[in-house]
């Protein structure tokens, strides 16, 4: 019996993981097709989600099978609710990427507003932040899952600069630049929600390892990791 959910188990592991390389491919698309203007890419990148769709409801039902085949206890109950969790998590990252594609065909044919800096910085952050937070549940590293919410506060920063630069130096100073720049705004923000989620898986992980909830503990932890505890 134990070889049987040991094995179960481990195609379930497996799958997330795929989501979670698939999840990251489709952040990258998003992105390529934003600095490219590329609308073709960005509709094909959308059509790729139903790939992630597909494979999120055969971990989910792997899941429900596993609690209640072989009803779980303690780390393996943990272990199994938390990639339920995750796969949720990492759907809705993959529907935000396909946000920020639909944010592309918007804006495709108009002049960009001005050399993207900032942004492809963020996505190359939430892009590390999902891997890492996928790495950390595979492989049951508590601290590297406590790095990646720590991350987040980097995620928080850029969104704020960038924001503020598209709203007071280009939206306030010239209204006409609003159609080009808002939907940048809105990409900025779908990414720090990305990393958001990351941040949320890496919060699931803590707790699958040692059954510490910090879900609404995360100033006292963070503060925990300035310090380098």
């Not at 601290?143 to 939206?171: G, P, S, Y």
Request: aromatic share 4%; proline share 3%; net charge negative.
């Amino acid at each position: 019996m134990k070889r049987h959910f040991d094995d179960d188990l481990k195609n379930f592991t497996s799958n997330i993981l795929k989501m979670g390389n698939l999840t990251e491919r489709a952040i990258s698309a998003a992105i390529e097709a934003l600095q490219t203007q590329d609308a073709q890419k960005a509709e094909k990148a959308i059509k790729g989600d139903t790939k992630i769709d597909s494979l999120e409801l055969i971990i989910e039902e792997q899941g429900i099978d596993l609690l209640a085949l072989y009803q779980p206890m303690a780390v393996d109950l943990r272990t199994v609710t938390t990639g339920l969790k995750i796969n949720a998590e990492l759907e809705r990252i993959a529907d935000l990427a396909v946000n920020i594609c639909q944010r592309v065909i918007e804006i495709v044919e108009l002049p960009i507003l001005k050399p993207l800096v900032d942004i492809p910085r963020l996505a190359d952050l939430s892009k590390l932040m999902t891997r890492d937070a996928i790495d950390a549940f595979v492989n049951k590293d508590e601290a590297l899952a406590k790095k990646v919410i720590l991350m987040d506060m980097e995620a928080d920063r850029l969104k704020d600069c960038t924001q503020d630069e598209l709203i007071n130096d280009f939206i306030v100073k010239d209204g006409t630049t609003a159609p080009r720049a808002i939907p940048l705004i809105l990409v900025v923000r779908d990414l720090e929600r990305i990393c958001d989620h990351a941040s949320y898986i890496a919060e699931d992980v803590v707790f699958m390892v040692n059954a510490q909830v910090i879900k609404h503990h995360r100033d006292e932890l963070l503060k925990e990791l300035e310090k380098g505890v």
